[in-house]
Each structure stands twice: as structure tokens, then as C-alpha cells.
């Protein structure tokens, strides 16, 4: 055999090697594990749209998972559903992200959709309370041990109001406390309980910490970070999914409404409207603007310095700590957006 012959035969068997080395070992992009929980913080409403629509429309399985969305509540508190493996993915506070880390329960946020906290402070109008400063010998109702105490200590901080002076009474799940005047001040979500008052025949305002200078975030998606580190395609499958979701949730709310009503038809229509106007002005607050479901590390930050200096957190978090943000970020890329 010559050596012009040979060159050619040797050639492809290398051609064949390579080819055959590329083809026996695919980079797989299918989730570790399919079927997972999703666990809300309340009621499948407006407020988990995105959750809600990405199931209806069969975005989690297109992206290969079957997922179960459940209702939380008192007694179904996602932070230890999650952490105990009870259930894959939960809906939390910011804050709750924060807290936990320092106190080495370590979970992630994977997106945050509430770039602003949805809670406020309602009063009666005719009350006399336009300001904190006029908390002061007044009955405030008090949920302790998550973002609303957070927010009313931040609150009070900020406005030099020392909480000696206010009077707090626990908090009720009912808005009856202060329907029926026995509370002055009543801390809500500014997206769904002023409805309720209103329809009961309440002429109330909100006062927001955030015009006093107190930056909060809501609601986040989180996981285990062990789950995250060992399942990093089932997380990027349900992240984008439910980005999907989202982004037909706030191009065609009444749609997402119908699909809520669907579920639950015994949800009024007219609050649920309510509540989706509300809660798209939270979903595009700051970077939510350009791309939904992102995290601004500076605004974690400064939460984070907050929190450390009402006491809340002892130690400095780093953001970056907390943060899973890959899928976020790819799925915006993928569109030729850039969120940062």
C-alpha cells in the first residue's frame, strides 16, 4: 500500500474515533428527578399565577416534570416542608432566605418575584393615622416571627418611633380585629386584603414602609441547596417553566384569572382582578421592569444590611450566598436579555 493510500485510511479512522468518542457521551439536560411539590405560601391565587398557569398549560411537562401544587397556611409553612424534604420547592420572604442561612439552614433562592414587599399597613380613614409617628398609643396588630414583624420594627426604626410605645396585639388571620375597631392599625398584603376591607364597607388608607425609606423584597422561590446541588436540571426545567408561566400571567392576567377560577371557582372575580393589578406593580418594580423573577444583588444586599442592623440577622450574608440565579439568567439570555 502506498503512502498517498494510507494518509486517507488513517485520516478516517480518526475521524471515526473522534465521532464516535463525541457521540457515546451526551451532555444530558434531563431532569435528575421529575416529580416534585411546589408549596405556596397561601391560596393557589394571583399571587402564584405563575405557578398556576405554567401546570395549566403544561409548561412543567414540557420541560419533563410532574408537579403538585400545594396550598400553604399556618399549618403548612413552606421553610420546613422544604428543609425536611417534605416537599421540592417553596414560596418564602426574602428575609425568611436570610434569616434561615445565618442559622445554617441552608436553602436558596432561585428567583425572586416580589422586588418590592407587598406588605402595608392599614388604617381606618377617619382615624387620625397618617404616619407612623401616629402608631403611638395606638392598637397595631402584630404577626411575629416573619415579614410583617420585620417590616413594622424596620418601620419604626426608621421613623423614630420607639415600639414601647405602641400597643400590640397579636394578629388574626381575620380581618375582624379591625372591622370591628378593636385594632387601629392592621398589617396586610397591599395586593389582597384592601379588597376585602372595602367589599365589607371599610373607607381605609396603607401606609408603606417603603415611602419611609424601608427597601423589602416578597416573595422568592427557594429550595434546598443541597437539592439544587444534586438536581441542577430539574431546577433549571421548573425555574423556566414557571418564568414562562409569569410572562402569560402579565401579558393576559384575565386569562390567568380563568385559570384560577377553574381551580377554585369560589374565588371572587373581582378581587382576583384586584389582586393581579396590584401584584404586577410589585413584579415590576426595580429589576422585575426588565426581566421578572430576577435578583438584584444590590437590592439583597441592602436588605441584608437592614435586617443586620435592626438586629435581625447578627452577621453579615453575603448574597451571593443565597442567590441561585443561572436559570434565571439563561432563560432571559436566551431572549437576548441581559437583566443586569
Known sequence: ??????????????????????????????????????????LPQFQFAGYLVAEARGYYRDAGLDVTILPGGPDAIPLPLVTTGADTFGSTGADTILISREQGIEVVALATWFQASPVAFMVHRDSGIRSPQDFVGRRVGMFYGDNVETEYRALLAATGVNPT???????????????????????????????????????IDLILA?????ELMGDVLFTTAEFARNNPNTVRAFVQATLRGWQEALTDPAAAIEIILARSPDFDRGHLEFEAAETIKLLRYGIGERCVGASDRAVWQKEAQLLRSLGVLKSDIAPETVLLTDAVDEYYRSQGIECR
Open 1 to 42: 500500500m502506498s503512502h498517498r493510500t494510507l494518509l486517507p485510511l488513517l485520516l478516517l479512522v480518526v475521524l471515526l474515533v473522534v465521532t464516535g468518542c463525541t457521540n457515546t457521551a451526551p451532555t444530558s439536560t434531563s431532569p435528575e428527578v421529575t416529580k416534585v411539590t411546589m408549596r405556596l405560601q397561601w
Open 210 to 214: 417603603r415611602d419611609y425609606g424601608v
Open 165 to 203: 410605645s405602641v400597643i400590640e396585639i397579636p394578629g388574626d388571620y381575620s380581618l375582624a380585629p379591625f372591622l370591628e375597631r378593636r385594632a387601629d392599625v392592621w398589617p396586610v398584603y397591599a395586593t389582597d386584603q384592601p379588597y376585602t376591607a372595602r367589599a365589607a364597607g371599610a373607607d
